[in-house]
């Protein structure tokens, strides 16, 4: 069974930081593209960083940039995302999503259409 499941999520003052975890079971993630989103409530889901297969390509949305970095460690078949200068605008629910299929490139995306697994989403609540 192919599985994905976040952590790392918590309830943070404005300015903190945290990592997320993305842990896979039932595949490997470097034969993956993998991106983060997140879900705010009331709002639709949107994509703020993502990584390609090789991970020599990140990319993350103009919103978050600076200050979310995203990470594979492939030995742990976990991918990270390092938040740092929180701000009460992050809270939400992030999920991870894998990305199975070939592209022509090294590319990643952070449009939802493009991933095929999703894990169950951890919560980040900022403090202002």
């Keep these: 069974q192919l599985e994905l499941v976040e952590s790392g999520g918590d309830l943070v003052q404005a300015g903190g930081s945290l990592r997320l975890s993305c842990a896979a079971s039932g595949f490997t993630l470097d034969h993956y593209a993998i991106g983060w989103f997140r879900q705010a409530p009331g709002k639709e889901r949107e994509g703020v ?4 297969k090789s991970d020599r390509i990140t990319y993350s949305t103009d919103s978050v940039k600076g200050r979310f970095t995203i990470s594979r460690d492939n030995a742990k078949n976990t991918v990270y995302l ?22 022509p490139g090294d590319v990643c995306y952070v449009s939802d259409w493009s991933y095929e697994y999703w894990g169950q989403g951890t919560q980040i609540t900022v403090s202002s």
């Design 82 to 103: 390092q938040i740092n200068s929180l701000k009460p605008e992050d809270t939400a629910v992030y999920y991870c999503a894998a990305d199975p299929t070939p592209r």
């Design 49 to 52: 960083s993502c990584t390609s």
